[in-house]
C-alpha cells in the first residue's frame, strides 16, 4: 500500500510541477504579448507623429507634431506651396522643365495636373520659354485651405515673377483645388494628392 501511495504521491508532485510550468509560460506568454502591443503602439504614435519638411519636393528633415490638426496645417501648406513651385516656376531648359513636372509634379496631383500639362505642351507654351531665355519664379501671397470640408477645397493666391534681359513682369496666379489624404511614396513623401485643380487667372499685371 504504501509503495502504491508513493506513486500517487509522485505523480501528484508531477502533475503539480506540470502545472507550475504551464501557469508561468502562460504568464509570461502574457506578460510579452502585452509589451509587444505597448512597443507596437508606441512606434505607430511615434511614426504618426514624425512628418518631413520639404523643399521643393525634397526631404530635408523629419520633425515630431502631436497634434495631428497642426501637422495637417502643415503637410497641406506645404504640399500645394510646393508643387505651385515645381509646375509655374521655369527655367529655359526643357530638361529642367521635364525633371520638375513630369519627375516630381505630375506625382503630386491627379489626371487635372496632367491635362493642363499635356494642354500647355500642345501650346508649345514649355518650348516658348525655352527659346526665349527668361525665368520664372512663383510668388506666394497666400494659401487658405478649408479643413471642415473633406477632400479640402484650397486656393492659391500668388504672382509668376518673369524676369527678361534684366527686367521683371509680373502675372497674377490664382488657382483652385482639392486636398486628398494618400498613401505616401518615394515620389509623393507627404502622402497628399491634389485634385481637380484649375487655374482661375494667370494674366499680365
Known amino acids: 500500500m504504501d509503495g502504491k501511495y508513493r506513486i500517487f504521491n509522485d505523480l501528484s508532485r508531477i502533475r503539480s510541477n506540470s502545472n507550475k510550468v504551464l501557469y508561468v509560460s502562460l504568464i509570461l506568454t502574457f ?69 520638375n513636372i513630369e519627375g516630381r509634379a505630375l506625382y503630386m496631383g491627379d489626371h487635372s495636373v496632367q491635362r493642363l500639362y499635356n494642354r500647355l505642351i500642345d501650346q508649345s507654351y514649355y518650348e516658348d520659354i525655352a527659346k526665349s531665355g527668361y525665368s520664372i519664379e512663383v510668388e506666394k501671397d497666400s494659401i487658405l485651405v478649408d479643413y471642415s470640408r473633406y477632400p479640402f477645397p484650397f486656393r492659391f493666391v500668388g504672382k509668376q515673377r518673369i524676369l527678361k534681359d534684366g527686367n521683371a513682369e509680373y502675372r497674377t496666379l490664382i488657382t483652385t483645388g482639392f486636398i486628398e489624404e494618400t498613401k505616401s511614396t518615394p515620389n509623393n513623401l507627404n502622402g497628399l494628392k491634389i485634385l481637380r485643380f484649375d487655374v482661375l487667372n494667370n494674366t499680365d499685371l
Do not use: M
Not at 509589451?35 to 520639404?54: G, H, K, M, P, V
Open 31 to 99: 506578460v510579452s504579448t502585452i509589451l509587444n502591443i505597448y512597443y507596437t503602439y508606441r512606434t505607430n504614435e511615434s511614426a504618426r507623429n514624425s512628418f518631413y519638411l520639404l523643399d521643393k519636393g525634397q526631404k530635408l528633415a523629419v520633425v515630431r507634431i502631436k497634434d495631428y490638426k497642426r501637422a495637417v496645417d502643415i503637410l497641406c501648406e506645404g504640399h500645394i506651396a510646393n508643387f505651385h513651385e515645381l509646375f509655374f516656376a521655369l527655367e529655359p531648359d526643357l530638361r529642367h522643365i521635364k525633371r
